[in-house]
């Protein structure tokens, strides 16, 4: 049947754009680089900042669910002391509540030395016998071990000094975690954004985020208190550097890379080698 | 005091941090949304001038047959062309397969035979380029697999008078051999695709990598020619083209596939190489950087200065760890959780967040779109490059002093591909996929 | 003290964190991602890579008989033959029609507004009436006149190929003779030919490459009832004249050019007066204008916008960082790659007979009588003013 004049128009663009077998040849790899547009300026603007004013504004019920997990969690782990509330004022105009625990974790006796340092040298014992193959895994091992002995050695030189408690810890911790929730857009409207991925792509993907931390840090403060209460002291350092926001990063950079994987919105015309899109995927237009 | 002081080289520690974050950022919107620069890649259609091959070899019997056969099918001008492989002292069948092909080809391969004199890549070179009088000389690893328009997109910046350098894309092969592979897969395509050609696109100071690249004989001579006494004799050259008024391009379209380590001590060797040789550049340019020759924009100043810093970062973070860990014993609270969560995150991702950024969106420019996956295993990746970085950084600077560490042994990445008889190496090139028939 | 919650705990947090690692776990352990980038090297951009793809398709898959009747009429020579058609389907089930003799039997197998759904093999010369939309590859064996508004999804040529005025091209276009094209023509791909390539006003195009490449004013004189022409369209094709080499230069340099090793370094903005030389290559920071007349005896590069005069020869390559404006009866002996807009002046020469070279810029405007002996590549589009 011979195309009506729209139907032709339609299709020599089509046939423009494709090879006579149907595939698409996009503009090279080397070659190929996006437009900033007015609407995706946009929607790397104004998005995450109504994102994260939203998420914003959620601290305060957030907070008050936070403190009812902890409330079940602490006593089921058999720590001792209620759970307390503090106010977060970051502003004049806006303050939220983040609970914490008040847990007191005791300074080390000599049996915390002893487990501590066993717990050590069992790790750099693991670290020195692991198979070349997982050298990062050596790395951090012994690098966790460091850590964990400058805190040794700190406290045996000045066990008395140190300033930290564990509520204080639990309180700053997801004071810091809140934070991070709040930043989590805004980072993913400089990363993700830019990219011609579906706007309700960009959305669920920060939602995923802010929603999978604002589980886990809960469940950090719980593990910490519990580690730290029975190890003492001399575990928080560690806790704080390796086991804390080093975790929030850690799971942020699994969900970004999985959704940069995620396909262009504007795919009128497919790549020439299907879904794994070698050629012509770019930032902005897909493939000419 | 000393908690003031302290505080202080936090500060700072943080400080430099955000200086390459940004300059992370602002590479990867440029190559994003900036200017595209390639402005030599369409000359197609030339009076070619004669050009050299350089392929500095030691013990390369592995691969070095697929890199010759691959430059005897390059689309030059034969009469135009001269390969000359550098056998420097190989012990294995690499000086039989030599022969072999020079006595096949006597007009077009030319081997040069080191017996003598410091062995390395760098002296290699120079012992054979003072030897040639072609107008551009071209550098490949042996164990590289040219395409056939290669040497004419590597060639064709130089008919700018003012290009003293062009370095192209290296392109991992072995890319599913292991995860070291994988993640060094994406390293590159963030090196390049973005990193590079950012630089490139900003007219700033894009690296020439010694290989898949080439010089142009008049900036060579007029620089003193091929240092021996440095590791990283390509970063050198780099800044010691650019400090004489030299121009060095980068081309992104002008791939070539090579061979990454598939290991991790393999991979350690290779980063304390470079930050041997690089950290080396440092020490010698910067001032000379700093005291802004007059044909350079401020902004090549700071991006050469950034990039001759760029494997000090290392040590600068592992120092910021530290001073953190003391502050933190000392029991120094920052003003705010903003600049609590600006040095974790600074420190947590072994760097920034935007080296991450840079890999992510070079490979979906590459349009290789699952590979991203793999994103999170970079921390691996990382945290292995700031150790070897760092442990050679205070060798470097503690330990041995900054004497010229030479390349007085054959420095190079392990070779995996299978030794070859006469034909195409294993791993060419898949055809086009550009015909539409 | 029960360490049950602990662990229970522990590993609830743990699956919590690795969850988002599932991803990045599967393409791990199940690699759907993992080969090296593809075509590395191999993919170039060589012009006539769609038509030697074209070619090869054709002989994989053209019925063997259909092979003997092309060439039983080639081989009866360029006189006429009685028009006919034969349609068929390859071997990969493509549908085809092979004509010998004019056009007219196309109506046969066209659809009623005029486009033609296969593949046209065209056996001996050919003249069409024009209108007609191909939406299949063309392939003309013997010399081609194409008419008015046509429009050809691909052509290949084995002899020379004219396509009429308001013809548009949307993938490629060979011609293994000469390939002209008529006033008013688009071609959206690349169009390359063996011979000449003879632009009509108002022709556009993108890349295009030929051993020379002409701007020349419309045809006036009609096809032969065979299909050929004579050829010179336009009128003749004019060579550059050939220069003894610049010795010595007569301009004067400014107070801080500086002669590095391979070129003269001029900082800032540079004016080569009239009638003037400079032996050497030449890098200017700024902005170069260049007088009438004047002679640059090697290569120049220009960080700014350059201006070059009429009768200006460069006997090396020009770069510019930014755009460039040619005057009339320029030679550029080398190329001519510049990164924003160029405008190449009538009856200018880049390149020459024995000296091929390119043009490179974002947009090419070609006013009359310019040849380029080679390659034009204008990312954004090129035109014929």
């Given at each position: 049947m011979a195309p009506s004049n729209d139907g032709r128009g339609r299709l020599l663009g089509e046939l423009r754009a494709r090879g006579s077998r149907g595939g698409v040849i996009g503009e090279h790899r080397a070659m190929v680089s996006g437009r900033l547009t007015p609407s995706r300026v946009l929607s790397m603007v104004v998005?995450?900042?109504?994102?994260?004013?939203?998420?914003?504004?959620?601290?305060?019920?957030?907070?008050?669910?936070?403190?009812?997990?902890?409330?079940?969690?602490?006593?089921?782990?058999?720590?001792?002391g209620?759970?307390?509330?503090?106010?977060?004022?970051?502003?004049?105009?806006?303050?939220?509540?983040?609970?914490?625990?008040?847990?007191?974790?005791?300074?080390?006796?000599?049996?915390?030395?002893?487990?501590v340092g066993g717990i050590c040298a069992l790790v750099l014992a693991v670290s020195l016998v692991l198979p070349v193959r997982l050298m990062p895994l050596r790395y951090y091992l012994r690098f966790a071990t460091l850590i964990q002995l400058s805190s040794i050695l700190y406290f045996a030189i000045r066990p008395d000094s140190f300033p930290y408690a564990l509520p204080q810890y639990t309180l700053g911790f997801l004071q810091a975690g809140c934070a991070v929730l709040v930043l989590v857009p805004l980072v993913l409207g400089l990363t993700f954004y830019p990219f011609d991925i579906a706007v309700w792509r960009k959305v669920l993907l920060t939602a995923m985020v802010v929603g999978h931390m604002a589980v886990l840090l809960p469940l950090q403060v719980a593990l910490h208190s519990y580690v730290v209460y029975h190890l003492s002291l001399?575990?928080?350092?560690?806790?704080?550097?390796?086991?804390g926001l080093l975790i929030e990063v850690f799971v942020f950079v699994a969900f970004y890379g999985w959704g940069m994987s995620w396909p262009d919105a504007a795919r009128a015309t497919p790549a020439l080698r299907g879904g794994q899109g070698r050629r012509g995927a770019n930032a902005e237009g897909g493939a000419r | 005091m000393i908690v003031t002081i302290l505080i202080a080289l936090l500060w700072v520690v943080v400080a430099i941090l955000v200086v390459y974050t940004v300059r992370h950022y602002v590479f990867t919107f440029s190559r994003l949304f900036g200017r595209h620069r390639q402005p030599y890649v369409d000359i197609t259609v030339a009076e070619w001038p004669p050009v050299t091959v350089f392929i500095p070899c030691h013990n390369e019997q592995q691969v070095i047959t697929g890199s010759i056969e691959a430059l005897l099918a390059a689309d030059y001008p034969r009469d135009r062309l001269t390969i000359i492989p550098i056998?420097?002292?190989?012990?294995?069948?690499?000086?039989?397969?030599?022969?072999?092909?020079?006595?096949?080809?006597?007009?077009?391969?030319?081997?040069?035979?080191?017996?003598?004199?410091?062995?390395?890549?760098?002296?290699a070179l120079a012992e054979a380029s003072a030897r040639v009088g072609s107008e551009v000389h071209l550098v490949f690893d042996a164990d590289y697999i040219p395409g056939p328009k290669l040497l004419?997109?590597?060639?064709?910046?130089?008919?700018?008078?003012?290009?003293?350098?062009?370095?192209?894309?290296?392109?991992?092969?072995?890319?599913?051999?292991?995860?070291l592979t994988r993640l060094l897969d994406l390293e590159r395509a963030g090196g390049y695709q973005v990193d590079q050609q950012a630089r490139m696109n900003m007219g700033l100071v894009p690296q020439y990598g010694g290989t898949v690249g080439g010089v142009r004989r008049e900036a060579l001579s007029s620089v003193g020619g091929w240092r021996t006494d440095t590791l990283a004799e390509d970063t050198d050259m780099t800044f010691r083209l650019l400090l004489r008024g030299w121009e060095v391009v980068y081309q992104n379209r002008s791939e070539c596939y090579e061979e990454v380590p598939e290991n991790w001590p393999t991979r350690i060797r290779q980063i304390r190489r470079w930050t041997h040789g690089?950290?080396?550049?440092?020490?010698?340019?910067?001032?000379?950087?700093?005291?802004?020759?007059?044909?350079?924009?401020?902004?090549q100043v700071l991006d050469g200065t950034l990039l001759l810093g760029v494997f000090a970062v290392g040590p600068i973070l592992l120092l910021g760890w530290m001073l953190a860990l003391v502050l933190y014993y000392l029991g120094y609270q920052p003003s705010s959780s903003i600049f609590m969560v600006l040095i974790v995150s600074a420190f947590s991702t072994l760097g920034n967040f935007a080296a991450f950024f840079e890999v992510a969106t070079a490979t979906r420019l590459d349009g290789s779109r699952n590979r991203v996956r793999l994103l999170p295993f970079l921390f691996f990746g990382f945290l292995v490059s700031l150790m070897a970085v760092s442990q050679e950084t205070i060798k470097q600077f503690v330990g041995g002093g900054l004497g010229w560490r030479s390349a007085k042994r054959w420095d190079k990445t392990e070779r995996y591909r299978q030794p070859q008889s006469g034909g195409a190496g294993t791993g060419a090139a898949t055809h086009a996929d550009g015909g539409e028939a | 003290m029960s360490v049950t919650p602990f662990l229970l705990l522990l590993a609830a947090t743990a699956a919590w964190v690795l969850l988002p690692l599932i991803p990045a776990l599967r393409e791990l352990l199940r690699p759907t991602d993992a080969e090296p980038l593809n075509a590395v090297g191999h993919d170039a951009g060589d012009l006539t890579v769609f038509a030697d793809g074209f070619r090869d398709y054709l002989a994989r898959h053209l019925p063997a008989d259909a092979i003997a009747a092309g060439a039983a009429t080639r081989e009866g020579g360029s006189t006429a033959v009685?028009?006919?058609?034969?349609?068929?389907?390859?071997?990969?089930?493509?549908?085809?029609?092979?004509?010998?003799?004019?056009?007219?039997?196309?109506?046969?197998?066209?659809?009623?507004?005029?486009?033609?759904?296969?593949?046209?093999?065209?056996?001996?010369?050919?003249?069409?009436?024009?209108?007609?939309?191909?939406?299949?590859?063309?392939?003309?064996?013997?010399?081609m006149h194409g008419g008015r508004d046509a429009v050809y999804r691909a052509l290949l040529g084995e002899g020379d190929v004219s396509l009429g005025e308001g013809s548009e091209v949307l993938r490629w276009v060979h011609a293994a003779g000469d390939l002209s094209l008529g006033a008013g023509s688009i071609v959206h791909g690349r169009a390359s030919a063996l011979g000449r390539m003879l632009l009509a006003p108002n022709v556009t195009f993108s890349r295009i490459r030929a051993a020379r490449i002409a701007t020349v004013a419309p045809a006036t004189d009609a096809p032969a009832a065979d299909g050929t022409t004579d050829g010179t369209v336009g009128g003749s094709l004019e060579d550059p004249p050939i220069l003894p080499p610049v010795i010595s230069?007569?301009?004067?340099?400014?107070?801080?050019?500086?002669?590095?090793?391979?070129?003269?370094?001029?900082?800032?903005?540079?004016?080569?007066?009239?009638?003037?030389?400079?032996?050497?290559?030449?890098?200017?920071s700024g902005a170069l204008v260049v007088g009438d007349g004047a002679r640059i005896g090697g290569s120049v590069k220009v960080h700014g916008d350059c201006v070059i005069g009429d009768d200006v020869v460069v006997d090396g390559t020009v770069v510019c960082r930014r755009g460039a404006t040619l005057g009339q009866r320029c030679h550029v002996r080398g190329s001519l790659a510049v990164e924003r807009d160029v405008a190449i002046g009538a009856g200018s020469w880049i390149g020459g007979p024995t000296t091929p070279a390119s043009v490179a810029a974002d947009t090419v405007l070609l006013r009359q009588g310019v040849q380029v002996f080679g390659a034009i590549s204008a990312r954004h589009g090129g035109r014929v003013g």
């Open positions: 998005v995450p900042v109504l994102l994260s004013a939203l998420v914003a504004l959620s601290l305060q019920p957030l907070g008050d669910v936070w403190r009812l997990a902890l409330e079940r969690l602490i006593p089921w782990l058999g720590l001792p209620p759970i307390g509330f503090a106010s977060a004022t970051p502003s004049a105009l806006f303050g939220f509540y983040v609970p914490h625990v008040t847990t007191p974790a005791p300074l080390p006796g000599v049996w915390h030395y002893w487990a001399l575990a928080l350092p560690t806790m704080f550097f390796l086991w | 056998d420097d002292r190989s012990t294995d069948a690499t000086g039989a397969i030599l022969r072999d092909y020079a006595a096949r080809y006597p007009a077009l391969i030319k081997p040069v035979w080191r017996t003598g004199g410091m062995p390395g890549k760098a002296a004419k997109q590597l060639v064709a910046p130089f008919f700018d008078p003012e290009v003293g350098a062009v370095m192209g894309r290296v392109v991992p092969q072995n890319v599913s051999r292991s995860l690089h950290n080396q550049a440092l020490t010698r340019y910067v001032n000379k950087l700093l005291a802004h020759p007059g044909h350079l924009s401020w902004l | 009685a028009a006919s058609t034969r349609v068929g389907t390859l071997g990969d089930g493509s549908p085809y029609v092979q004509l010998t003799g004019d056009g007219a039997s196309l109506r046969d197998v066209a659809h009623a507004d005029g486009s033609v759904p296969r593949i046209v093999i065209a056996d001996g010369p050919l003249t069409l009436r024009g209108g007609e939309t191909f939406l299949l590859e063309f392939l003309a064996r013997g010399p230069g007569t301009a004067k340099l400014p107070a801080g050019a500086t002669r590095e090793r391979g070129y003269t370094r001029i900082a800032g903005d540079y004016t080569l007066p009239a009638g003037g030389t400079v032996s050497g290559a030449l890098v200017v």
